[in-house]
Every structure is written in structure tokens, then in C-alpha cells.
């Protein structure tokens, strides 16, 4: 997707790009549903043929935006439907960068997000898209005090627990807030919270300085990539990264919604750890080929 927009839109390349290798379409082939989703989402964009001419009018543009909105609306959807709104978030920051890598100019990104504020607008109010409890998750962060016992529970436990590990924190398994259960998932969507209240504030830093790195790392190997598309597969890559560690650490410490989003390589579930280590992968790949002609 995001090597059509960059072929679509001016000021940028123009790209033809061959078909996935049966390789990696085995690998995503063995892969959970809603992972899977998401994983072609993100590297659909390398099995898009696409060849429009630089300069391009605005019927090709509506077109171009058309599409990458399809490519990526329709498995959101499908996974909305399970429900599940954390996994269906992630999509957007590929679509997102898609756009921004592709050029898309003040105007159109006003436009479009006029049109996406309006929508959400719509679904909220609706009540067909997301059910009562998805609506409390989203608005129970700004004010958790307001439901102790239901929706604001699990913030203001989150938040009792990062704050009670102080500068070192409590030491590995000795956390009260996790060892006397009152922290809910400690092992999931909470794992920040209960690192943070056993190693405190000093190894929460350090966690973050971990994932600074390897972002960090991965838009050098963007930049070293043999090619465009190599480097925009690595840019979806560390977009979809970047939003799932800021909303994860964010939903822990009261700033975002708790919408289920794990943090990659912390958080327990088969499923997240099986779609980074293949992200990673797909990135190892890219840097191995960057001296390739």
C-alpha cells in the first residue's frame, strides 16, 4: 500500500514493484487470523503493480486514496467485527505513513481528516460499531475515578502500581499491586506497569531506551535499504512498532484508552510476539540485500 501511494501521488518515485515470493506468503500463510490480516496489510504494498507517470491529476489522486483505503479498510472491519478495536487500530498508523511516504500534500490531509473525524463521529454515535464496554474503555482514562470498581479500574490500578515502584522499584516479584492480584493481566496488557513497579522508574527508562534503539536502528536500515520499496516496507514496519509502544506505555499511565494493544516483545500472547519476530525478520532481510544491485 504504501509503495502505490508513492507511485500515485507526485513528488516521489515511480516504483514497479514484482509479486511477494511464495516464501513470504508461506509465512504469513501459517499465521493467527487477525495477525495475518494485519501483516498483509502492511506488506501489500510490496505485491502492487503500479506505474502511473509523475504528475498525476486529481481523478488518479481520489483514485490512488481510494484503493489504499479499501486495501486497508477492509480487514479493519473484519477484525472489528470479532470485536476486537485494539488490533483494528493498528492498522492505521500504515495507512498513515502510506500516505505521508507518499507524498500527499496540506490539502488532501485536511480533507481526509475532516472526513475520518466525521466519521468516527458517526460510528460513535451510531452504537452499531463499537459496543457500551469498547465506549467505556475510550472515555474512562480522562476521569477513572468516576467508575473505581468498573471501567476506571484497571487505570487506576496501573497507575497505583507505576507509582508505588518509585526510583528502583521493589525488586522482582516482590510488587504488591501484581503478586496481590490487584493488578489485572500483569503478564499482557499491563506488563509495563508491573516491570515498572518491581524495577521502577530507572528500569522503566531503561526499557524505553531499549525500543528507542531499535527504532531507531530499523529507520537506519530504512535509509540503507537497496531500494524505495525496501524501505517503506521497514517504515510500515516501524510505524505499526512505534503506535503499540505508545499506546501500550501511554494506556498504562492514564494518557491513553485501554484498547488491549500489547507491547511488542513483552507482553504474553502467541500471536504478538509471532507477528514482531517476523517483522524484525522481514527487516533483517531487507538490510541483507541493501548491497545487492
Given at each position: ?155 487506576r490500578q496501573s497507575l497505583i502500581a507505576v ?131
Amino acid at each position: 500500500m504504501v509503495v502505490f501511494l508513492s507511485n500515485t501521488f507526485p513528488f516521489t518515485h515511480n516504483v514497479l514493484m514484482g509479486c511477494i515470493s511464495e516464501r513470504i506468503l508461506n509465512v504469513y500463510r501459517s499465521r493467527p487470523p487477525r495477525e495475518s490480516l494485519r501483516s498483509l496489510a502492511n506488506t501489500a504494498k510490496m505485491n502492487l503493480h503500479v506505474n502511473v507517470p509523475y504528475g498525476t491529476n486529481s481523478h488518479h489522486i481520489a483514485e490512488a486514496i481510494f484503493k489504499a483505503f479499501a486495501i486497508v479498510g477492509l480487514p479493519m472491519i473484519l477484525v472489528l467485527k470479532q470485536p476486537d478495536l485494539g488490533t483494528t487500530l493498528t492498522y492505521m498508523p500504515i495507512l498513515i505513513v502510506g500516505l505521508f511516504l507518499g507524498g500527499i500534500n496540506v490539502r488532501q490531509a485536511m480533507i481526509l481528516t475532516t472526513a475520518g473525524i466525521m466519521l468516527v463521529a458517526g460510528a460513535w454515535s451510531s452504537g452499531k460499531m463499537l459496543k457500551p464496554y469498547q465506549k467505556a474503555r475510550l472515555t474512562s482514562f480522562i476521569n477513572p475515578d468516576n467508575d473505581p470498581k468498573g471501567s476506571g479500574y484497571q487505570i487506576r490500578q496501573s497507575l497505583i502500581a507505576v507509582g508505588s515502584g518509585g526510583i528502583w522499584g521493589k525488586g522482582a516479584a516482590k510488587g504488591t499491586q501484581t503478586q496481590g492480584d490487584f493488578l489485572p493481566i500483569p503478564h499482557a496488557d499491563f506488563i509495563f506497569a508491573a516491570f515498572g513497579e518491581e524495577h521502577g522508574f530507572v528500569g522503566a527508562v531503561f526499557v524505553l531506551l531499549l525500543y528507542f534503539s531499535i527504532l531507531m536502528r530499523l529507520i537506519q536500515n530504512a535509509q540503507t535499504a537497496a531500494d524505495l520499496p525496501g524501505s517503506l516496507i521497514i517504515m510500515g514496519i516501524v510505524a505499526v512498532l512505534t503506535f503499540q509502544i505508545a499506546v501500550n506505555v501511554g494506556m498504562v499511565i492514564g494518557f491513553m484508552p485501554v484498547t488491549g494493544i500489547p507491547l511488542p516483545l513483552m507482553s504474553y500472547g502467541g500471536s504478538s510476539v509471532l507477528f514482531t519476530f517476523l517483522a524484525l525478520g522481514v527487516v533483517m532481510n531487507v538490510r541483507m540485500r541493501r548491497f545487492v544491485n
